[in-house]
């Protein structure tokens, strides 16, 4: 009798807690007022010691991971190698300076105008446990460089997990800022939302030089845990002037995602599961209409989606499909009108973009009844609609969106135009945690938490609850 009471008290305050996560028609969102000393917006300067090149002759350099199969037990680790091609091996295992497994990998290099990239590796280390510390070390003799990642809980309704959101990140003061603070937030793998390196805000040569110093940048977050990739607008890099037609070109030969493991046709669209969630990853800039692979390709895997394994439901893209800020506003209409209705139906439990310098989370909301023709033409509160939120905030050199429309639209429930990043807390099959961080001057300051319930099991337990009452009051069941 006394969990029973402390159970319902708990669940008082949490509803207390819901408060902004669910939608009720005429609710008042917030748009934060805070105003913050501006930083300086340019990238930093290549001789700086967070750019350095690795000690050492034809030392591995840009060292970064993704996941590398469906389920979370292999990652790709990819690396530089600036004067010849050298090693594709890499050494690892479970203890440090002891390793046991190797696996061989692939390398190949480009050109962009007259750069020519150094040697990019690509090497699919696979059969790894769940759970477990590896240990690696990549490149030749005392130029070789050792890492470290962890592989995630095995996939299960309740497994923890902590996710990282970053979009838009450049490599500014203020992208460092946010790095920074990443690092510290206990983040496990992040979802990256587009935007890479600004690199195309260059000219020539510097476009290959920038992305060079971008790969080093990062490298002291995502040499250790998997960047799940996702592509923006500035990773299509189409530059007739210069002979450079090809979409994508350096982000493709840079990045590999788990694409085939998803029995996708392309690299620039996929979907991994890790822990408890499906996480799938959409191309804002691909075809995306009816019968185009993409389209094709996310019908089949939402079918393939398991709510009794990974219970969360994540979709990450670059462009916002609901968003209030003045810049790129309604620019993801035409995703939205193609995919929101398989969003609903299958109850997505958050959609996160970025391309908006700038943070908002909505209600949950959609606009599935309208067309053309006919219809209620704005947003609808919908408890089956996911929670969209824009985190493209990370701090590139283009600066913040601080221009939203006035007045907030019944849809946004909180906004603000600062840099920070994001953290989705994935307790168990039913409660995660949402928070922005704002980086306040240098300092880490959490602007924005909520918890939310998940789409498909807090229902499910909901109706269990009301039926174990009706048990209880007819004397059927003994708490």
Same mark, same amino acid.
């Given at each position: 009798?006394?969990?029973?009471?402390?159970?319902?008290?708990?669940?008082?305050?949490?509803?207390?807690?819901?408060?902004?996560?669910?939608?009720?028609?005429?609710?008042?969102?917030?748009?934060?007022?805070?105003?913050?000393?501006?930083?300086?917006?340019?990238?930093?300067?290549?001789?700086?010691?967070?750019?350095?090149?690795?000690?050492?002759?034809?030392?591995?350099?840009?060292?970064?991971?993704?996941?590398?199969?469906?389920?979370?037990? $292999?990652?790709?680790?990819?690396?530089?190698?600036?004067?010849?091609?050298?090693?594709?091996?890499?050494?690892?295992?479970?203890?440090?300076?002891?390793?046991?497994?190797?696996?061989?990998?692939?390398?190949?290099?480009?050109?962009?105008?007259?750069?020519?990239?150094?040697?990019?590796?690509?090497?699919?280390?696979?059969?790894?446990?769940?759970?477990?510390?590896?240990?690696?070390?990549?490149?030749?003799?005392?130029?070789?460089?050792?890492?470290?990642?962890?592989?995630?809980?095995?996939?299960?309704?309740?497994?923890?997990?902590?996710?990282?959101?970053?979009?838009?990140?450049?490599?500014?003061?203020?992208?460092?800022?946010?790095?920074?603070?990443?690092?510290?937030?206990?983040?496990?793998?992040?979802?990256?939302?587009?935007?890479?390196?600004?690199?195309?805000?260059?000219?020539?040569?510097?476009?290959?030089?920038?992305?060079?110093?971008?790969?080093?940048?990062? %490298?002291?977050?995502?040499?250790?845990?998997?960047?799940?990739?996702?592509?923006?607008?500035?990773?299509?890099?189409?530059?007739?002037?210069?002979?450079?037609?090809?979409?994508?070109?350096?982000?493709?030969? +840079?990045?590999?995602?788990?694409?085939?493991?998803?029995?996708?046709?392309?690299?620039?669209?996929?979907?991994?599961?890790? $822990?408890?969630?499906?996480?799938?990853?959409?191309?804002?800039?691909?075809?995306?209409?009816?019968?185009?692979?993409?389209?094709?390709?996310?019908?089949? %895997?939402?079918?393939?989606?398991?709510?009794?394994?990974?219970?969360?439901?994540?979709?990450?893209?670059?462009?916002?499909?609901?968003?209030?800020?003045?810049?790129?506003?309604?620019?993801?209409?035409?995703?939205?009108?193609?995919? %929101?209705?398989?969003?609903?139906?299958?109850?997505?439990?958050?959609?996160?973009?970025?391309?908006?310098?700038?943070?908002? +989370?909505?209600? +949950?909301?959609?606009?599935?009844?309208?067309?053309?023709?006919?219809?209620?033409?704005?947003?609808?509160?919908?408890?089956?609609?996911?929670?969209?939120?824009?985190?493209?905030? $990370?701090?590139?050199?283009?600066?913040?969106?601080?221009?939203?429309?006035?007045?907030?639209?019944?849809?946004?429930?909180?906004?603000? /135009?600062?840099?920070?990043?994001?953290?989705?807390?994935?307790?168990?099959?039913?409660? /995660?945690?949402?928070?922005?961080?704002?980086?306040?001057?240098?300092?880490?300051?959490?602007?924005?938490?909520?918890?939310?319930?998940?789409?498909?099991?807090?229902?499910?337990?909901?109706?269990?609850?009301?039926? %174990?009452?009706?048990?209880?009051?007819?004397?059927?069941?003994?708490?």
């Amino acid at each position: 009798m006394a969990f029973g009471l402390w159970f319902t008290l708990f669940e008082l305050l949490l509803k207390l807690f819901l408060i902004l996560a669910f939608v009720k028609k005429g609710s008042a969102g917030i748009t934060s007022t805070f105003t913050r000393t501006k930083w300086q917006s340019f990238d930093i300067p290549l001789d700086h010691k967070v750019l350095a090149i690795p000690n050492g002759y034809n030392a591995p350099q840009q060292v970064h991971i993704t996941q590398g199969d469906y389920d979370g037990k $292999a990652v790709m680790i990819s690396w530089v190698t600036a004067d010849k091609p050298g090693s594709s091996r890499v050494q690892y295992g479970t203890s440090e300076n002891k390793y046991d497994f190797k696996a061989d990998g692939t390398v190949a290099n480009y050109t962009f105008y007259n750069y020519k990239s150094g040697y990019i590796h690509h090497c699919l280390v696979d059969g790894l446990e769940y759970e477990i510390k590896y240990y690696y070390k990549i490149g030749e003799g005392h130029s070789s460089r050792e890492f470290w990642f962890q592989t995630p809980p095995k996939i299960d309704p309740d497994s923890p997990f902590t996710f990282g959101i970053i979009g838009d990140l450049g490599q500014t003061y203020n992208s460092l800022s946010t790095l920074e603070h990443y690092m510290q937030s206990g983040g496990q793998t992040v979802l990256f939302l587009g935007d890479l390196s600004y690199a195309d805000r260059y000219q020539y040569n510097d476009v290959g030089i920038r992305w060079d110093s971008w790969g080093r940048f990062i %490298e002291r977050s995502a040499a250790y845990q998997p960047w799940i990739w996702s592509a923006g607008n500035h990773e299509i890099e189409y530059m007739p002037d210069v002979g450079e037609v090809l979409p994508f070109k350096s982000f493709l030969h +840079r990045f590999s995602t788990p694409h085939l493991a998803s029995r996708s046709k392309n690299p620039l669209w996929y979907a991994i599961r890790r $822990a408890s969630a499906h996480i799938i990853v959409l191309s804002s800039y691909s075809p995306h209409v009816k019968y185009t692979p993409q389209w094709l390709w996310l019908r089949d %895997e939402l079918k393939r989606v398991d709510r009794k394994k990974t219970p969360w439901l994540i979709i990450i893209m670059h462009v916002p499909i609901y968003n209030s800020n003045q810049a790129h506003f309604m620019e993801g209409e035409s995703m939205r009108a193609v995919f %929101e209705r398989w969003f609903v139906r299958h109850r997505v439990d958050f959609i996160f973009a970025g391309h908006v310098h700038a943070y908002e +989370r909505s209600y +949950r909301i959609s606009n599935i009844r309208y067309n053309v023709s006919s219809g209620y033409r704005y947003p609808v509160p919908n408890k089956s609609a996911p929670v969209y939120v824009t985190v493209g905030d $990370a701090g590139n050199q283009e600066g913040l969106a601080g221009r939203f429309r006035d007045p907030q639209p019944e849809y946004s429930a909180f906004r603000e /135009a600062s840099y920070g990043h994001s953290t989705l807390e994935l307790k168990n099959r039913t409660h /995660a945690f949402l928070n922005w961080h704002r980086n306040e001057d240098g300092q880490k300051v959490h602007a924005d938490s909520v918890i939310f319930l998940n789409q498909r099991w807090a229902s499910n337990l909901r109706r269990r609850r009301l039926k %174990e009452d009706q048990l209880k009051a007819r004397g059927k069941i003994d708490f």
